[in-house]
């Protein structure tokens, strides 16, 4: 070929290399694989995750080979809840990079989502050993070994995430709820002032901010006036209220601030001067405290729990007229509660439908409805079984509550509020339990060190309500001597 055809060739493919840019250009269509890849990775960072998808599709149809692009549209369809599909573009990005760790991980969290538990435990441990750095992958791990109540498996991926990253909130944080459940107070409570990183989330505000400093239980308090302040729900702060008189023990004025909720019913809690409403004026102290870094102050072990039979109590209080029920003669009284506040991240597990309950509540007893919330398909339940007493007037607050819950010879709940306003009143109380229960239950035990009146029921496999209600009916008949 000659010079001039040469160049002119070249001239020629340069020409139209130039134009067909600008024509698909100007249709809005990158030419070449890096290209859609960053565009897609720009309409990830923006959530438009359906023109992801597609900018990634096309990207892969330029290079099959590539298990990034992949691996990236395996997490654009988790965004997007399309996990089968999640699960096979992970699947692929395996295949063309055996050792691709992330994708290892990824596809455990979502087979974890699906319910595949061997196979997302299987990808786990397929992630560590290709990449056994990686604190999120150990940290994924511990939240599946908890689902299969295999506790010290769940603490030793725990310590191995905070010892490759000891600045990794989430990790440091369930760990201390692992810590806590297995009974280790003595480390559990210092882990557990990490949730103070991501209070919000968690459901306890923004961490307060006071010009005072905080009692860590170093400095002697004799004389000092000591803020109290309540976090997270209403059931936290029936449960750690009760450190309050111990805190009066060391010398010190007591003032606790509580959710309005709860104001009438810890009115009268031994200890404190000044009972304040969350959001009213505070007055002056010189520490403040949070109720649940109580423990930690107090250096609490199992065998140290603040044990108090009935630390509340309607003494004093002006009760209002309630629990207006005509008794049957010879039957014991059982209220019942069997669902918590909705928007509690764990309501899925710890609430059970009333319908389903139904069947399993033996006869020979009256029945009372305790709780102040009854959902929509709840209330068809009670109305289709007036045998379960149930007055909104006598549930209207937890003053009247504690009044109803006194007049029972036992209250049977779920793990909610009212469960700890009945324990901390020293009544007998019979708790439903997930498999997987909150920390303060405690490991494989059917008492509480913080309610000696408490007992519970655990489920022994995830989701089976049915062998818990039939060990209540069971227990019922038999503590009360019915046929």
């Known amino acids: 070929m000659s010079t001039y055809v040469a160049c002119y060739t070249a001239a020629m493919a340069s020409f139209l290399g130039k134009l067909l840019k600008r024509k698909e250009m100007s249709a809005g269509m990158p030419i070449c694989f890096d290209a859609l890849h960053d565009q897609a990775r720009s309409a990830v960072a923006s959530q438009d995750f359906e023109s992801a998808i597609q900018l990634y599709d096309q990207a892969i149809a330029l290079n099959p080979f590539h298990a990034e692009a992949y691996y990236k549209r395996g997490n654009v369809l988790k965004n997007l809840g399309r996990l089968h599909e999640a699960i096979e573009s992970y699947d692929q990005a395996i295949k063309l990079k055996p050792d691709y760790a992330y994708a290892y991980c990824n596809r455990g969290v979502v087979q974890q989502t699906l319910g595949f538990i061997d196979r997302a435990l299987s990808s786990y441990d397929q992630a560590v050993a290709h990449d056994p750095t990686d604190a999120m992958t150990y940290?994924?791990?511990?939240?599946?070994?908890?689902?299969?109540?295999?506790w010290d498996?769940?603490?030793?991926?725990?310590?191995r995430a905070v010892a490759i990253d000891p600045t990794f909130a989430d990790a440091q944080f369930n760990r201390s709820l692992a810590l806590l459940y297995c009974g280790d107070f003595e480390r559990g409570w210092p882990s557990y002032e990490w949730r103070?990183?991501?209070?919000?989330?968690?459901?306890l505000g923004e961490p307060r901010e006071?010009?005072?400093?905080?009692?860590?239980?170093e400095e002697s308090i004799a004389g000092k006036r000591v803020l109290l302040h309540?976090?997270?729900?209403?059931?936290?702060?029936?449960?750690?209220c009760r450190y309050a008189p111990l805190i009066a023990d060391r010398g010190a004025t007591v003032y606790l601030e509580?959710?309005?909720a709860l104001a009438d019913i810890l009115a009268n809690l031994d200890g404190v001067a000044q009972l304040i409403v969350k959001g009213n004026a505070l007055p002056e102290f010189d520490y403040h405290c949070p109720l649940l870094s109580l423990p930690l102050a107090c250096k609490t072990t199992l065998e140290t729990v603040p044990i108090r039979p009935n630390y509340l109590n309607c003494n004093g209080i002006d009760l209002p007229r309630t629990h207006s029920y005509a008794q049957i003669e010879g039957r014991p009284r059982v209220g019942l509660v069997w669902s918590g506040n909705p928007n509690n991240a764990n309501d899925r597990r710890r609430s059970v439908r009333l319908a389903d309950w139904i069947e399993y509540l033996p006869p020979q007893f009256e029945y009372f409805r305790l709780q102040r919330e009854v959902r929509d398909e709840d209330k068809v339940a009670l109305e289709a079984n007036p045998f379960i007493a149930s007055k909104d007037e006598d549930v209207q607050d937890f003053v009247r509550i504690a009044a109803l819950c006194k007049s029972m010879d036992i209250v049977v709940s779920v793990d909610t509020s009212l469960a700890h306003l009945s324990g901390a009143l020293g009544q007998r109380t019979w708790i439903l339990l997930p498999f997987v229960p909150d920390w303060?239950?405690?490991?494989?035990?059917?008492?509480?060190?913080?309610?000696?009146?408490?007992?519970?029921?655990?489920?022994t496999s995830p989701g089976d309500w049915r062998g818990v209600f039939e060990r209540i009916a069971s227990d019922l008949r038999r503590e009360f001597r019915v046929d």
């Open 139 to 150: 940290y994924n791990r511990a939240l599946l070994l908890q689902e299969c109540s295999r």
């Open 153 to 159: 498996e769940v603490l030793q991926s725990y310590d």
């Open 196 to 203: 103070w990183i991501n209070a919000q989330r968690l459901g």
């Open 210 to 217: 006071f010009n005072r400093p905080l009692w860590r239980g």
């Open 230 to 240: 309540s976090e997270g729900g209403l059931g936290d702060t029936l449960q750690f």
């Open 258 to 260: 509580v959710q309005e």
């Open 440 to 459: 303060r239950w405690l490991r494989d035990r059917d008492d509480s060190p913080w309610y000696p009146s408490v007992k519970l029921f655990r489920q």
